[in-house]
């Protein structure tokens, strides 16, 4: 019985601190003059700020593609830029703050080719 009841405290101990790392990402990229992943709009010209969590290669249609994945706290949005097989300071635990237009492609959002700044 104890066995099962410490699994489960550091199971919600583990929980809680994951969601406490979105609540801390949500006020820190919180800023009037963006939107939260969330929150954007598809189709429409948007500012979203956030934090890298995965870079990858993944070649689209025999074309070079540099994916990756923009988590604000509040949501998870995939970039992708094509042609490109890296960009100098995009790489996972970066913060960002990129524009353009959020598309869908298989049910997942996805900014193709955004504009982008490096954030300290």
């Known amino acids: 019985m104890t066995e099962k009841s410490r699994l489960r405290r550091s199971i919600s101990r583990w929980a809680n601190s994951s969601d406490q790392h979105a609540r801390d990402l949500r006020e820190t990229y919180a800023d009037p003059g963006h939107d939260s992943i969330a929150n954007a709009p598809d189709r429409e010209r948007v500012v979203l700020r956030g934090t890298l969590r ?40 970066r913060s960002i703050q990129v524009q353009g237009r959020i598309g869908q492609h298989d049910g997942v959002r996805i900014l193709y080719n955004p504009r982008y700044e490096l954030m300290p």
């Open 54 to 93: 995965t870079v990858t290669l993944r070649p689209r249609g025999g074309v070079p593609a540099l994916e990756a994945e923009l988590f604000d706290g509040s949501g998870v949005l995939t970039l992708v830029w094509l042609g490109r097989r890296r960009i100098a300071g995009i790489s996972p635990g």
